[in-house]
């Protein structure tokens, strides 16, 4: 069993949804997902044990430490080359507020209506 960038996905708008009741449809369609891509990725997250299958919610103290240290290496960034984009990461809202930019250019998502100029940065999931 691997996990895929999308599971985290899913974890997070759960996260999001709070005590709102859910179903797997109703989930694929706020994720623009098919209902058996969610099915599937919610048994590839119980499996992981970051879902509690019997309460249905994410193991928030599990999904933390893993986001904290393992998406960056389960899920590796691509950096690409310069284009002009919308901010991402630490470049943009709301990180940007609070961290020192570096002297580089900013990562950002490629956008042709892009205000910034920065080395374009793969999405965990689309």
């Known amino acids: 069993m691997n ?4 599971d ?8 999001t949804i709070g005590d709102r009741q859910w179903s797997f449809s109703s989930l694929a369609n706020e994720l ?12 590839r997250v119980t499996a992981a044990r970051l879902f509690d299958s019997q309460r ?8 933390l430490e893993f986001l904290v240290h393992g998406v960056k290496y389960s899920f590796p960034p691509e ?9 991402t990461s630490y470049a943009g809202p709301p990180l940007n507020s609070d ?4 002297d580089g250019p900013p990562p950002v998502w490629p956008d042709p209506e892009g205000n910034v100029r920065g080395y374009e940065f793969s999405p965990l999931y689309r």
């Open 56 to 63: 249905k919610v994410p193991i928030l103290k599990s999904l």
């Open 3 to 6: 996990l895929k960038p999308q």
């Open 99 to 102: 961290l020192i930019p570096t």
């Open 32 to 43: 623009a997902m098919s209902p058996s891509e969610v099915h599937s990725g919610i048994g």
């Open 79 to 87: 950096r690409g080359s310069l284009t002009r984009g919308m901010p």
């Open 8 to 15: 985290i996905v899913i974890l997070l708008k759960l996260v």
